[in-house]
């Protein structure tokens, strides 16, 4: 016989140490790789520190993106439900704490709100689980200004200042995104070098103010005029470089034709008549690296600089 057979065991329910419990979504929020992460563990952490039904944590931003976190055994809408229904006179069982609207971080900042359903809360209870909340939401807005500031640093680097277009790096990592699809799919696909023809005599006549002008003239055109599935970017100086999916040879040499055009028309329309790029072309073959991609490319670009009868 089982020496505890006449023993009688119950359940004690734990009671929630609030502060441990953000302690702990503290430590996640650091470890977490997005922001949908960070929310979710701030929201399990909010219900597990009060006992909540449901704990939300919403943010969105002047783009239209929507990120959330929850936590608590029951949804929002059954929760709200179930408080909206409820005999308790309590007037703190639904607590909504807005996130990210008494601070200005820039155009397009995130946004949000916390909410929490927390159920049959006595009045002595009250002002030490709203506080609870308030620490939570907090840490949740400490989340979503650093999702936004990274964002933003993130897209600083992504695209050139002066262009527009991406730079060197971030052109860089869409080649290489593109060399690893097509050795998936086989699928074919182009790459283009553009230059300014004469464009250090742009900088000499009429000063690198006016030539930084033209380089963004130039972007302008080439971003507006690709494809919505092309890459464009500032290489370096006045050389522009162009990753085209799914394009052969034949359709790049087309591309490259619309694309100078555009720059053409867009910079006589912005007072710099007659301005003209020199471009070349290579398509990716398997096993054709990265680099002998550019080294291809740039060397069919100067070929045709040197020889303006092969445009």
């Known amino acids: 016989m089982s020496p505890f057979a006449d023993r009688h065991l119950r359940a004690v329910p734990g009671v929630p140490d609030p502060y441990a419990?953000?302690?702990?979504?503290?430590?996640?929020?650091?470890?977490?790789?997005d922001l949908a992460a960070s929310l979710e563990a701030i929201a399990v952490g909010l219900a597990e520190a009060t006992n909540a039904d449901c704990?939300?944590?919403?943010?969105?931003?002047?783009?239209?993106?929507?990120?959330?976190?929850?936590?608590?055994?029951?949804?929002a809408k059954q929760a709200l439900h179930s408080a909206l229904v409820s005999q308790s006179t309590s007037d703190n069982d639904v607590v909504?704490?807005?996130?990210?609207?008494?601070?200005?971080?820039?155009?397009?900042?995130?946004?949000g709100a916390l909410l929490a359903v927390l159920p049959d809360i006595r009045a002595d209870e009250a002002a030490e689980l709203r506080e609870v909340v308030e620490s939570f939401a907090e840490l949740a807005e400490l989340c979503v200004v650093a999702a936004h500031?990274?964002?933003?640093?993130e897209s600083r680097w992504q695209h050139d200042a002066l262009t527009g277009c991406l730079t060197r790096r971030a052109i860089d990592d869409a080649l290489e995104a593109e060399l690893a699809r097509s050795a998936r799919t086989g699928e074919p696909f182009s790459v283009a070098f553009l230059d300014i023809d004469g464009f250090k005599h742009i900088n000499d006549e009429k000063g690198h103010l006016h030539g930084d002008v033209?380089?963004?003239?130039?972007?302008?055109?080439?971003?507006?005029?690709?494809?919505?599935?092309?890459s464009v970017g500032r290489y370096g100086g006045d050389e522009f470089f162009v990753?085209?999916?799914?394009?052969?040879?034949?359709?790049?040499?087309?591309?490259?034709?619309?694309l100078t055009a555009s720059v053409g028309g867009a910079a006589?329309?912005?007072?710099?008549?007659?301005?003209?790029?020199?471009?070349?072309t290579a398509?990716?073959?398997?096993?054709?690296?990265?680099?002998?991609?550019?080294?291809?490319?740039?060397?069919?670009?100067?070929?045709?600089?040197?020889?303006?009868?092969?445009?």
């Open 21 to 33: 419990s953000l302690r702990r979504a503290v430590r996640a929020t650091a470890c977490s790789a």
């Open 55 to 75: 704990a939300v944590v919403v943010a969105t931003d002047g783009a239209g993106h929507h990120v959330e976190g929850r936590g608590g055994p029951r949804s």
């Open 96 to 111: 909504i704490h807005q996130l990210g609207l008494s601070a200005t971080f820039g155009r397009g900042a995130p946004k």
């Open 149 to 153: 500031r990274l964002h933003a640093a």
């Open 214 to 230: 033209v380089l963004g003239v130039v972007g302008a055109a080439l971003a507006g005029a690709a494809r919505c599935t092309d």
């Open 243 to 258: 990753v085209m999916p799914g394009a052969d040879a034949g359709a790049a040499a087309a591309a490259c034709a619309r």
């Open 268 to 280: 006589a329309n912005a007072g710099v008549p007659g301005l003209k790029l020199s471009w070349g």
């Open 283 to 311: 398509t990716w073959a398997d096993g054709k690296p990265a680099n002998s991609l550019v080294a291809e490319a740039d060397a069919a670009m100067f070929a045709n600089k040197r020889s303006p009868l092969l445009r």
